[in-house]
């Protein structure tokens, strides 16, 4: 893991494309002269890339020095109440696992899954054990020198509170909690607002994680449109009717002498915004 602090877009933004770039491959040159120093490749729709295009992305990330990660198929479900449809999971993240070999990518991130029609505590346990699966798996396969890292989710019916994850990531040391502040904050009606709000919920983790967890967080950062029944959509910075804000992030991770990897999921413009976040971040460090 990375010992300093870390800023990327997740995906390709749209200036990206604007500028006349059509692949991935492009991108760590494109991150490194905006003076960014991550890129997390989404295999969102399916983890279906070609061994020699992750070979490439990789290559390329390498020649730039932009680290990576890669975001596992959005419908992976480890709380799925059918057997067949949880280990079709487990074989999505092994693919992720695999492209993130080929990419040489240390971090694999994915969406715990949904409660359906079960209770939290049943849909926990069942998560939990296919953790454990996952991660003999993971030896089994060589995997070793890759983080996974469930995510805290914004939509309430899904598995991902910020106990939920923390729960997961207890069942081996080695995994990393992918802290979606925008999901947290959608999920809980706006409930970040202020400095102590960040701390708290950092507090949280290191109780139960350690400060070598917390240290080397895996940050999602966005502001993000809620309903009553969660997240409804991504926005841009420039969009201030939502939040969460990272000014105040900033001063907390600043404080607590933080080196994450903090990954902008704004909608289009993650690069700008990602650059905006470090520029708050390094006027903190003054």
């Known amino acids: 893991m990375s010992d300093t602090i870390k800023f990327g877009p997740a995906g390709n933004s749209k200036s990206f494309y604007d500028a006349g770039f059509k692949h ?18 989404s295999c969102g729709k399916g983890a279906n890339l070609k061994q020699e295009t992750a070979q490439k992305i990789g290559q390329e990330a390498k020649k730039h020095n932009i680290g990576m990660s890669i975001h596992a198929p959005y419908y992976i479900n480890l709380s799925n109440p059918e057997e067949e449809k949880r280990q079709k999971s487990r074989e999505y993240i092994y693919q992720t ?14 969406h715990p899954g949904a409660c359906m029609k079960q209770s939290r505590g049943v849909a926990l346990n069942t998560a939990l054990r296919e953790m454990e699966i996952i991660i003999d798996e993971m030896d089994q396969q060589g995997f070793q020198d890759v983080i996974i890292c469930p995510e805290t989710m914004g939509k309430k019916n899904q ?8 729960q997961l990531c207890l069942v ?29 919920i950092l507090d949280i983790i290191e109780s139960a994680l350690g400060s070598e967890r917390l240290n080397k967080l895996h940050i999602h950062f966005s502001h993000q449109e809620y309903t009553n029944m969660g997240e409804k959509k991504h926005l841009t910075f420039e969009d201030i009717a939502y939040g969460p804000f990272f000014e105040a992030l900033s001063k907390e991770i600043v404080k607590r002498k933080m080196t994450p990897v ?11 915004d990602a ?5 708050i971040y390094q006027q903190d460090l003054l």
Request: hydrophobic fraction near 35%; include cysteine.
């Open 159 to 166: 598995l991902g509170t910020l106990d939920e994850v923390i």
């Open 24 to 41: 991935s491959y492009q991108m760590p040159k494109y991150i490194e002269d905006k003076s960014l120093g991550w890129y997390e490749y």
């Open 275 to 279: 650059l905006i976040m470090k520029k």
């Open 172 to 200: 081996d040391e080695r995994i990393v909690p992918t802290i979606d502040f925008g999901h947290l904050n959608s999920r809980g009606q706006g409930c970040i607002e202020s400095q102590e709000d960040y701390a708290e």
């Open 97 to 110: 696992l695999q492209l993130a070999h080929y990419m040489e990518a240390t971090r694999v991130v994915f």
């Open 262 to 272: 903090i990954i902008c999921e704004s909608r289009d413009t993650m690069i700008e």
